[in-house]
């Protein structure tokens, strides 16, 4: 009897294992990769991190082996499909395809480090002032009601949040083991550095959105008709699946692929171009990999966002990670402190201009506001909109923002010459709209004229 209960009970692991186990591959990927950026990249404790990222499904059964001599992370789920990521200087962690086959490294360039003489966004001095005719007390209920009361991140696991008015910090806040230097992973916001980097090159009149012709592979069939302006939107019309609860195009693009941009770049036409929206982390990938063709130079290539973008706004904490490859993951894999992330959306607050010089070309923020076809006014050029309040329904019409899928949001607001940042995961257990709500109610609607 014993042992029929065994084989039984044997049995039915082994059916679990099996039907789980395409899963694990993506669950090991998934943990190695994040464990990896936080103790070797970011220098954060390793029980505190699968603590507060490792929380769902099989993900806290992932044992994750920190090797800091060779600067690895192993993780496996009861040592099945194991998975190893490596980390970089400058680049992060890559998750590795078996052998490193490509050995990518970040060329060397300079930081520049904000400068000591000036306040905050400009300088790094600290400045949190109060705004004439500002309900503080309101404010700070409202930052303070956005985390976990004990200053843990448990349920609504927000890990900071960030209140910028005409250009002041005017509330901050972190939860414990996180702090203003804490690089975060800013999940899809990533994909709002795409739509940046096109930006940039577009105002150096070295890309046109419009073009055609974008990939070699795409040549003889109707792929070739797609451009730089229907991927901007998400309106390529290829067949896609973007699931992250099971095995899917997205994950297997992230977790199973040395070249992000192989999977996506091989997909057919499934609706006509220009008229279908759907929302595509492969889409932003094969931006990537066609801004990577296009720069010709990896050196380059690699560097641009920092030369053209992290530096001139001194965003000194902020990477992208690349696949195995070498080419950025511009669909997900973003980190950047939250100060950091609000400078992005100052540049954008401010239609391109930073400290009084023009990275953007005039009118790009508009263009970048223009509704995709089919988005129902939720999208637009690789960054989220809230038409008609469709997202957020008690919150200003002209919000923007870029977001990343475990909550992670930075909301520009040009009608109140705010930009509100929130990091942190918890899912559907953050009330966004309430969140925008209350804050902005403590803020007065009239403001003085942003000065660019």
């Not at 003489?117 to 400045?127: A, C, M, R």
């Not at 150096?204 to 592979?217: N, R, S």
């Amino acid at each position: 009897m014993i042992k029929y209960v065994f084989l039984v009970l044997l049995l039915l692991l082994g059916g679990v294992v099996w039907h789980f186990y395409p899963q694990l591959m993506i669950a090991n990927g998934y943990a190695a990769k994040k464990i990896c950026t936080c103790t070797l990249a970011n220098g954060r404790d390793q029980a505190t991190a699968e603590k507060q990222h490792l929380y769902f499904s099989v993900l806290s059964f992932v044992k994750n082996e920190v090797d800091t001599i060779n600067q690895q992370v192993k993780s496996s789920f009861w040592g099945l499909s194991p998975q190893t990521a490596q980390y970089r200087p400058g680049i992060g962690c890559i998750l590795l395809d078996g052998n490193d086959d490509y050995h990518v490294a970040f060329p060397d360039q300079e930081v520049v480090l904000a400068n000591d003489s000036l306040f905050w966004p400009y300088g790094s001095k600290e400045l949190i002032a109060s705004t004439k005719g500002l309900d503080q007390k309101a404010l700070l209920d409202a930052v303070d009601d956005a985390f976990d009361l004990d200053g843990n991140v448990d349920v609504k696991r927000t890990t900071a949040v960030l209140v910028i008015h005409n250009d002041t910090l005017i509330a901050e806040k972190y939860a414990k083991t996180f702090h203003k230097d804490t690089p975060q992973l800013g999940w899809s916001m990533t994909k709002s550095f795409m739509n940046t980097y096109v930006g940039l090159l577009v105002n150096e009149k070295k890309l046109d959105i419009q073009q055609k012709g974008l990939f070699k592979e795409w040549q003889n069939d109707d792929r070739k008709d797609i451009t730089l302006n229907d991927l901007l939107h998400m309106n390529t019309g290829l067949d896609w699946e973007e699931n992250y609860a099971k095995v899917s195009d997205a994950t297997n693009m992230l977790y199973k692929s040395e070249n992000i941009a192989a999977i996506p770049l091989s997909k057919k036409i499934k609706y006509p171009i220009g008229t279908h929206w759907y929302y595509s982390s492969g889409t932003s990938n094969i931006l990537s990999k066609f801004l990577r063709n296009h720069l010709k130079d990896d050196n380059h290539y690699l560097t641009y966002l920092k030369k053209n973008l992290f530096n001139p706004l001194q965003m000194s904490s902020t990477f992208i990670e690349t696949d195995e490859s070498g080419t950025l993951i511009g669909s997900s894999y973003g980190y950047a402190t939250p100060r950091d992330w609000a400078k992005f959306g100052l540049l954008y607050l401010h239609d391109g201009v930073w400290n009084g010089k023009r990275l953007l070309r005039e009118g790009w923020t508009t263009y970048t506001r223009e509704e995709a076809q089919g988005a129902n006014g939720i999208y637009g050029a690789h960054f989220w909109l809230n038409k008609n309040g469709v997202e957020y329904p008690d919150a200003p019409h002209d919000l923007y923002s870029a977001n990343g899928y475990q909550g992670q949001f930075v909301f520009i607001i040009p009608s109140r010459n705010v930009v509100i940042v929130r990091m942190g995961t918890g899912g559907e257990a953050f009330d966004t709209n309430l969140f925008l709500k209350n804050i902005l109610a403590a803020i007065p609607v009239t403001s003085s004229k942003i000065i660019n």
